[in-house]
């Protein structure tokens, strides 16, 4: 006896309506990245956020830099204790 399985695979074939659509909404947004981007105010705006958003994470990052290392001398300081007992 066999068994007949129904396949529910799908052809894996893109829907041509829904690839225009994405499609169209790519390229307005890159359209409308260009206009926003060709004005100096708005460059200038974006490199200050840019900036900013640098500065914290470097600012972030030497904090967990901090506690890391004080983290690691707890740790080195219990094992000696540990030892030692």
């Keep these: 006896m066999t068994n007949?399985?129904?396949?529910?695979?799908?052809?894996?074939?893109?829907?041509p309506v829904v690839a225009a659509v994405a499609g169209a909404v790519v390229g307005g947004v890159?359209?409308?990245g260009a206009i926003i981007m060709s004005d100096?105010?708005?460059?200038?705006?974006?490199?200050?956020?840019?900036s900013n958003?640098?500065?914290d994470i470097n600012n972030k990052k030497a904090v967990?830099?901090?506690?890391?290392?004080k983290l690691e001398d707890i740790a080195k300081n219990t094992v000696n204790e540990i030892k030692n007992i």
């Excluded at 967990?64 to 290392?69: G, H």
């Design 64 to 69: 967990i830099i901090d506690k890391a290392n």
């Design 4 to 15: 007949i399985q129904k396949s529910n695979h799908t052809s894996g074939v893109i829907n």
């Design 53 to 55: 958003v640098k500065d």
């Design 40 to 50: 100096k105010d708005n460059q200038d705006k974006v490199n200050k956020v840019v």
């Design 30 to 32: 890159a359209v409308a």
